[in-house]
């Protein structure tokens, strides 16, 4: 789960690492008063779940209350585009208004899950404001890395090694280490997957603060932690991965023409690349998980098939704690209610796989069985030709 930047923000205070002042802006008076509060000038940002908000027009510097007004009703409201988005870009439901600072250099830092390593890895680089992909391209030697051992925690000799490969010295220095010591217990306490600090910013006055944050949290740790689930904005997620969630589906989706509804992460991700290999193009990413219900697979055909692009269905169900017949039987049942339009080819293998295959073939259904995954890939993509 992604949020925003100004509750990224407020969650980087509670672990005392320092951020710019700032406050949502309900409407355009309101842009206007905290711009008088924060001495007349101020920084009004959009709030989507994207990066590049600036480069796509979505960050502009107030010089005056009045203007911070005119930049909030050019901002409130827009389809904001940026890399991160794709063409159809992001509406902005939300103004975030921050006090501006005197920058003397713009640093880059961020936290992830490094799988290579199954550690935390700090990423630094004296290139802030740019993305990281970017400074990884055209001068990698730039990017500093420092993996973090789960036993021991952030040492500080580490910190202190993050902070001298930023290039920061005195009293900078020293606030620096302190910095990013939080920011690693936040990033624990938290269940993080990526925090990122772009750009991580050294004041004229030897400050360091973050100036953007951009955090993800690992969905399957937010039971533990129902602050952070408080800042889901569900208008950020595509309807139906929000849907799919209602009914405990991994859904993802894309932009083919191909449904897929497959039991396992692994085998899903397989089933797409052989799909692609066919000269097809999934429209989806869908893992109905290994304990499914009949009812959980009619669901997924139902979220499936509401994807106007779906011109066909492919599902890839291999039986090991899920049942072949179980599945056939939810398969059946979406198709007579839901009343499907579209081939669906299914691919079953695993337990009750027979009694499976029986269940499609008495249904009287256009369905089509496939013997094994390239057979399913094969003629699912011909189906659309």
Avoid: W
Avoid at 43 to 66: C, L, N, S, W
Avoid at 119 to 143: D, Q, W
Avoid at 300 to 309: E, M, N, Q, S, T
Avoid at 327 to 355: D, F
């Amino acid at each position: 789960m992604n949020i925003h930047e100004y509750q990224a923000k407020e969650l980087l205070r509670q672990y005392k690492v320092t951020t710019p002042d700032g406050k949502v802006a309900q409407d355009a008076e309101a842009a206007r008063m905290i711009t008088k509060e924060y001495g007349g000038a101020s920084v009004v940002k959009a709030q989507i779940h994207a990066g590049g908000r600036g480069k796509g027009g979505g960050v502009k510097f107030a010089t005056d209350p009045d203007k911070a007004v005119e930049l909030f009703k050019a901002i409130q409201g827009m389809q904001l585009i940026t890399k991160q988005t794709g063409p159809e870009g992001r509406k902005v439901r939300t103004v975030f208004i921050s006090r501006p600072i005197d920058i003397d250099r713009e640093l880059y830092l961020s936290y992830l899950v490094d799988r290579a390593s199954s550690r935390v890895t700090i990423l630094a680089s004296t290139e802030g404001g740019m993305e990281i992909e970017e400074v990884a391209e055209k001068s990698p030697e730039k990017i500093f890395k420092v993996a973090v051992d789960p036993a021991l925690g952030l040492c500080s000799f580490q910190a202190r090694q993050v902070a001298f490969a930023l290039g920061l010295e005195g009293d900078a220095f020293k606030k620096a280490v302190v910095f990013l010591q939080n920011l690693y217990r936040l990033f624990i306490e938290k269940d993080c997957s990526m925090v990122e600090i772009n750009p991580l910013v050294v004041t004229k006055d030897g400050d360091i603060t973050a100036l953007d944050a951009k955090i993800g949290f690992d969905d399957n740790a937010l039971f533990r932690h129902p602050d952070v689930l408080a800042f889901r904005d569900l208008n950020e997620e595509a309807e139906e991965e929000v849907e799919a969630s209602k009914f405990n589906l991994n859904f993802i989706k894309l932009d083919g023409q191909i449904g897929c509804m497959v039991n396992g992460a692994g085998l899903a991700m397989g089933t797409m690349d052989i799909i692609k290999y066919h000269g097809g193009s999934p429209a989806n990413f869908l893992d109905v998980g290994g304990g499914a219900t009949e009812d959980a697979v009619k669901n997924a055909f139902r979220i499936i098939l509401g994807d106007p692009a779906v011109k066909a269905v492919l599902v890839n169900i291999f039986g090991g704690i899920m049942r072949c017949d179980v599945v056939a039987a939810g398969i059946v049942n979406a198709a007579k209610e839901i009343g499907i339009k579209v081939p669906v080819v299914v691919r079953l293998e695993g337990t009750n796989v027979e009694e499976g295959k029986k269940i499609l073939a008495d249904s009287g259904l256009n369905l089509t069985v496939a013997t094994d995954l390239k057979d399913a890939a094969v003629k699912v993509v011909a189906s659309i030709k």
